[in-house]
């Protein structure tokens, strides 16, 4: 290399490191957090939240690695494989135990207390659902519920009541004969028959996948059977819920937004799309039970990559993201999901907003809640009794047959 | 151009080369060489691999999902293969006349190939939609009812192979358009004179001629056929109840979503085996009908 080159390497060198200097003259920390739940509707939301957090907090810098649900997990195993994973990222429910389990995650409890931060603004059950093994390895960001939506003008024109909190499955069976008796192309009601309907339908009629202490598939109970025999009842037997063939590829959203379903069974995150998609009145109940009520609680939460080198960091921001009262009014306005808060004016600005009527059912529901039936072969597990409920709702096989086949799998295949 | 001699010369062609090599070493060498390794492990990307033997393997062959997959896989390439065979040549036959716009034609029934499977198979999902579809619409005209396709078990895979040979009908045919073209037109004259029909001059001049392509479309469909994936990924993603799940879908489903990095690999790899006991297989079988002599 000639001295003139060598001289030109010397100054780009020098500028490199001039142009990283001001970053460190400000002791200014850049932490990395990957995201899905945001999502397209509420990106605007998030970043406003970024904004708000790096005023208060002039010493943090946030980078949002926002990416769609369907390509997150598998770019985050990348990510963590390759060592370049974001200092701080959200897990669903589902995952977080699967990723705790493989010791991808920082134990926030020791790390809170060097902080300084504390986990008191939050509600307990939202916060005690990301402990693993006793130890708080994550902070919950949001949860959702899911509900009886139902369309008023059908039940009127129907000339039935309304859905009320002391509904069972009778009930829904009733009211939905006689909504489908409306029209040739109208539907009683819409419920998927699928792995988490399944084990929430199950916990209504006393039943589980696991026995007590989760070393046994229960699957195949007989509660489970006839649990499985109402919802596939619903399609084959009375169908007053549509086959797929008679759904025929449109979202179940759509078909109640159109007025051709009188009750649908999802979540509280259905909200803000059924404002402005529905041509209906709507409202919504809490979900009916059979022996007992039970309903979904879903939530997503944030978490501490092991590897991460500003954790302390990563801890102040993900806890102010979802706790504090700046960050969670955001929240409810925008209508992404609730806040995992235990504070009473946040509580009251999400049940006064409109629609629906009913909005107390959110809350009213977390009497029953009923959490994903976490395990590390979570998403094999789904997938093997997905399969087999298929089965029982093509009417392959009888809910026996199926869930008798769906627990030999599973005592072959799952690692309790 | 130039490039120097000898030493020199080897050095230049080396050069440039080496983007390719290198990327095929680094991007899918390695990476076949260490999945062969993986497929004896337990390894679910967040962990260290365990070496675990011949474990993936013997559960693999155990399972009756790895034999319902391969049932499914092998009913695709059965209606898929010769239908797609027909249609192509058939195409390649209507292709090879004169007549105006025929540059045109061979453009449009070249276009699905050139189109993403994301975007075909989307658009086919509505084509074949039971209520709306196009397809059913039209047997409508004809007064059959078209069935529910891909949300019925039994007409999902039929649906599917529709849009593949759709998707591929014109790259195929491109080919047999080759072959066609190659064959001297002295052979048909002469069977002019002898007064053979035209039935008898496809089947004993068109035919034998062209089964050199005929060969080689039958193997790549074959080997594209067992690692369908897209299509059956964005149009039924393995349903209904099961009925579409094709070994792809399970090796992706394996590796991405239960984190079983080894026992995908170990699918893999038996699906290779597969593969080339089957080429082979059809490699030896050609002296029985493939004619090289044009």
């Given at each position: 290399?000639?001295?003139r080159?060598?001289?030109?390497?010397?100054?780009?060198a020098v500028?490199?490191?001039?142009?990283?200097?001001p970053?460190?003259?400000?002791?200014?920390?850049?932490?990395?957090?990957?995201?899905?739940s945001?999502?397209s509707?509420?990106?605007?939301?998030?970043?406003?939240?970024?904004?708000?957090?790096?005023?208060?907090?002039?010493?943090?810098?946030?980078?949002?690695?926002?990416t769609?649900?369907?390509?997150?997990?598998?770019?985050?195993?990348?990510?963590?494989?390759?060592?370049?994973?974001?200092?701080?990222?959200?897990?669903?429910?589902?995952?977080?135990?699967a990723?705790?389990?493989?010791?991808?995650?920082?134990?926030?409890g020791?790390?809170?207390?060097?902080?300084?931060v504390?986990f008191?603004?939050?509600?307990?059950?939202?916060?005690d659902?990301?402990k693993?093994?006793?130890?708080?390895?994550?902070?919950?960001?949001?949860?959702?519920?899911?509900?009886?939506?139902?369309?008023?003008?059908?039940?009127?024109?129907?000339?039935i009541?309304?859905?009320?909190?002391d509904?069972t499955?009778?009930?829904?069976?009733?009211a939905?004969?006689?909504?489908?008796?409306?029209?040739?192309?109208?539907?009683?009601i819409?419920?998927?028959?699928?792995?988490?309907?399944?084990?929430?339908?199950?916990?209504?009629?006393g039943?589980?996948?696991?026995?007590?202490?989760?070393?046994?598939?229960?699957?195949?109970?007989?509660?489970?059977?006839?649990?499985?025999?109402?919802?596939?009842?619903?399609?084959?037997?009375?169908?007053?819920?549509?086959?797929?063939?008679?759904?025929?590829?449109?979202?179940?959203?759509?078909?109640?937004?159109a007025?051709?379903?009188?009750?649908?069974?999802?979540?509280?995150?259905?909200?803000?799309?059924?404002?402005?998609?529905?041509?209906?009145?709507?409202?919504?109940?809490?979900e009916?039970?059979?022996?007992?009520?039970?309903c979904?609680?879903?939530?997503?939460?944030?978490?501490?990559?092991?590897?991460?080198?500003?954790?302390e960091?990563?801890?102040?921001?993900?806890?102010?993201?979802?706790?504090?009262?700046?960050?969670?009014?955001?929240?409810v306005?925008?209508?992404?999901?609730?806040?995992?808060?235990?504070?009473?004016?946040?509580?009251?600005?999400?049940?006064?907003?409109?629609?629906?009527?009913?909005?107390?059912?959110?809350?009213?529901?977390?009497?029953?809640?009923?959490?994903?039936?976490?395990?590390?072969?979570?998403?094999?597990?789904?997938?093997?009794?997905?399969?087999?409920?298929?089965?029982?709702?093509?009417?392959?096989k009888?809910?026996?047959?199926?869930?008798?086949?769906?627990?030999?799998?599973?005592?072959?295949?799952?690692?309790? | 151009?130039?490039?120097?001699?000898?030493?020199?010369?080897?050095?230049?062609?080396?050069?440039?080369?080496?983007?390719?090599?290198?990327g095929?070493?680094?991007f899918?060498?390695?990476?076949?060489?260490?999945?062969?390794?993986?497929?004896?492990?337990?390894?679910d990307?967040?962990?260290?691999?365990?070496?675990?033997?011949?474990?993936?393997?013997?559960?693999?062959?155990?399972?009756?999902e790895?034999?319902?997959?391969?049932?499914?896989?092998?009913?695709?390439?059965?209606?898929?293969?010769p239908?797609?065979?027909?249609?192509?040549?058939?195409?390649?036959?209507?292709?090879?006349?004169?007549?105006?716009?025929?540059?045109?034609?061979?453009?449009?029934?070249?276009?699905?190939v050139?189109?993403?499977?994301?975007?075909?198979?989307?658009?086919?999902?509505?084509?074949?939609n039971?209520?709306?579809?196009?397809v059913?619409?039209?047997?409508?005209?004809?007064?059959?009812?078209?069935?529910?396709?891909?949300?019925?078990?039994?007409?999902?895979?039929?649906?599917?192979?529709?849009?593949?040979?759709?998707k591929?009908?014109?790259?195929?045919a491109?080919?047999?358009?080759?072959?066609?073209?190659g064959?001297?037109?002295?052979y048909y004259?002469a069977?002019?004179?002898?007064?053979?029909?035209?039935?008898?001059?496809?089947?004993?001049?068109?035919?034998?001629?062209?089964?050199?392509?005929?060969?080689?479309?039958?193997?790549?469909?074959?080997?594209?056929?067992?690692?369908?994936?897209?299509q059956?990924?964005i149009?039924t993603?393995?349903?209904?109840?099961?009925?579409?799940q094709?070994?792809?879908?399970?090796?992706?489903?394996?590796?991405?979503?239960?984190?079983?990095?080894?026992?995908a690999?170990?699918?893999?790899?038996?699906?290779?085996?597969?593969?080339?006991?089957?080429?082979?297989?059809?490699?030896?079988?050609?002296?029985?009908w493939?004619?090289?002599?044009?």
């Amino acid at each position: 290399m000639s001295r003139r080159r060598l001289s030109l390497a010397v100054v780009c060198a020098v500028l490199v490191v001039l142009c990283t200097v001001p970053a460190l003259g400000a002791q200014k920390v850049t932490i990395t957090f990957g995201n899905f739940s945001a999502g397209s509707d509420n990106e605007a939301t998030l970043a406003a939240m970024k904004a708000a957090f790096e005023k208060a907090n002039p010493d943090i810098e946030v980078k949002l690695h926002s990416t769609g649900y369907g390509e997150y997990f598998r770019l985050l195993q990348t990510q963590i494989a390759g060592g370049t994973a974001p200092d701080c990222y959200e897990l669903n429910y589902e995952n977080f135990v699967a990723f705790a389990a493989k010791n991808a995650l920082v134990d926030l409890g020791p790390l809170a207390k060097t902080t300084g931060v504390s986990f008191s603004g939050y509600d307990a059950n939202a916060l005690d659902a990301f402990k693993y093994n006793g130890k708080q390895f994550g902070v919950p960001g949001s949860y959702s519920v899911v509900l009886l939506f139902y369309n008023k003008d059908l039940f009127d024109q129907a000339k039935i009541p309304y859905p009320n909190d002391d509904w069972t499955w009778n009930d829904v069976i009733e009211a939905g004969k006689k909504i489908r008796a409306l029209g040739d192309d109208i539907f009683g009601i819409y419920q998927p028959v699928q792995f988490w309907e399944f084990y929430k339908t199950i916990a209504q009629n006393g039943g589980s996948l696991f026995n007590g202490d989760q070393t046994k598939f229960t699957v195949n109970s007989p509660e489970n059977i006839e649990a499985l025999q109402y919802m596939v009842d619903k399609v084959i037997k009375h169908n007053i819920q549509p086959t797929e063939a008679q759904k025929s590829g449109q979202g179940d959203w759509d078909i109640f937004a159109a007025g051709k379903v009188g009750m649908i069974v999802t979540g509280n995150w259905a909200f803000t799309f059924m404002k402005d998609a529905a041509k209906c009145r709507w409202d919504v109940a809490v979900e009916p039970g059979n022996t007992q009520k039970g309903c979904h609680f879903f939530s997503n939460g944030y978490v501490i990559n092991e590897s991460s080198k500003k954790q302390e960091a990563a801890l102040r921001w993900i806890t102010w993201l979802s706790s504090s009262q700046e960050s969670s009014m955001l929240r409810v306005e925008a209508g992404w999901e609730t806040p995992p808060v235990s504070d009473e004016s946040v509580i009251n600005a999400y049940v006064a907003q409109r629609p629906p009527e009913n909005r107390k059912a959110v809350f009213d529901s977390l009497k029953y809640l009923v959490t994903p039936p976490v395990i590390e072969q979570f998403n094999e597990m789904a997938a093997i009794v997905d399969l087999q409920l298929e089965k029982a709702r093509e009417g392959e096989k009888t809910p026996q047959q199926a869930l008798d086949d769906a627990q030999r799998e599973l005592e072959q295949k799952i690692k309790l | 151009m130039y490039i120097g001699k000898g030493r020199q010369r080897q050095t230049t062609i080396m050069a440039f080369l080496a983007p390719t090599v290198l990327g095929f070493l680094v991007f899918s060498f390695i990476p076949i060489l260490r999945s062969l390794y993986l497929s004896f492990t337990s390894w679910d990307i967040l962990q260290p691999a365990e070496w675990v033997g011949l474990e993936n393997y013997r559960i693999l062959l155990g399972s009756e999902e790895f034999w319902r997959v391969m049932r499914n896989t092998a009913e695709y390439i059965v209606l898929y293969v010769p239908l797609m065979l027909i249609m192509s040549l058939g195409l390649a036959s209507l292709l090879n006349r004169e007549f105006r716009g025929v540059g045109a034609y061979k453009v449009l029934f070249f276009l699905p190939v050139l189109t993403s499977w994301v975007a075909g198979s989307l658009i086919w999902r509505w084509i074949l939609n039971h209520k709306y579809g196009l397809v059913n619409i039209l047997l409508g005209y004809i007064g059959i009812e078209g069935p529910p396709w891909l949300d019925h078990r039994l007409w999902a895979m039929p649906g599917i192979v529709l849009a593949s040979v759709w998707k591929d009908v014109g790259f195929f045919a491109l080919i047999f358009l080759g072959a066609l073209k190659g064959i001297n037109l002295e052979y048909y004259e002469a069977a002019e004179i002898d007064g053979a029909s035209r039935w008898a001059k496809f089947r004993y001049i068109t035919l034998p001629l062209v089964s050199p392509t005929t060969f080689f479309v039958t193997i790549t469909s074959i080997i594209n056929s067992f690692q369908v994936f897209a299509q059956v990924q964005i149009m039924t993603n393995g349903g209904p109840a099961g009925a579409t799940q094709v070994i792809m879908e399970r090796i992706y489903k394996y590796a991405f979503q239960f984190f079983k990095m080894g026992y995908a690999s170990a699918l893999s790899w038996v699906l290779f085996a597969i593969i080339l006991v089957i080429t082979l297989v059809q490699w030896h079988l050609q002296k029985r009908w493939v004619f090289y002599d044009g």
